[in-house]
């Protein structure tokens, strides 16, 4: 039988949201003001103030959390904010009003150790991976080996900072045919985003 996780979501707002209860009945509620009580839970989602005290806020609860990751939930979601969470230490950033099949699916991606954020951010953080890069990323390490020579050239791509509609254009298919190959290469590398393609292309993994 499967496990029921314990998610608890800390806000100043009362009820629960009914998409966070639609994604996870039987979640908790708690306050940011009841930080110096002791919780209990397996996944943390904690509701960013609209000022600029999130660090510090996922900082104090990231300690209450111990163990358990913690998902930043934004109503005004922007990839400046959305760094400086995942810098604070969240494993998640999502916009408060996700729905609730969204939900489940960032709380699949950080209970397996992985990190949620959205495209946005993604692309934005794989294009600073890729400059960053201390040599350019080519079709020499191992991962390669088990790559067809197409797939090898959409992830090359990919890890340079290129989107799907560029790649698309330099390889002359299209965006759906890049998105066919770069989902068999993240199976191959057991990966699971563009991210950790670009950290692994580039031997920063």
Not at 91 to 111: D, F, I
């Amino acid at each position: 039988m499967q496990k029921v996780l314990r998610h608890l979501f800390v806000t100043e707002e009362e009820p629960l949201r009914s998409n966070w209860v639609g994604a996870f009945p039987s979640a908790q509620l708690s306050h940011w003001s009841s930080s110096q009580q002791s919780f209990q839970a397996d996944l943390f989602w904690l509701v960013l103030p609209y000022d600029d005290g999130a660090g510090a806020l996922i900082d104090l609860w990231k300690k209450i959390a111990g163990p358990s990751p913690l998902v930043a939930l934004s109503d005004e979601p922007g990839d400046e904010e959305g760094i400086s969470v995942l810098q604070a230490g969240a494993s998640g950033y999502c916009n408060g009003y996700a729905s609730p099949e969204v939900l489940r699916q960032v709380a699949h991606t950080v209970e397996q150790g992985g990190v949620w954020v959205g495209q946005s951010l993604v692309q934005k953080l794989v294009s600073a991976v890729a400059r960053q890069a201390s040599t350019p990323a080519a079709a020499a390490g191992g991962w390669a080996k088990v790559l067809t020579e197409r797939e090898q050239a959409v992830a090359m791509a990919v890890a340079s900072g290129a989107s799907n509609k560029e790649i698309a254009g330099r390889l002359g298919i299209t965006e759906r045919t890049v998105k066919a190959h770069l989902s068999a290469a993240f199976e191959k590398l057991n990966v699971r985003d563009r991210l950790q393609l670009t950290l692994l292309i580039n031997g920063l993994s």
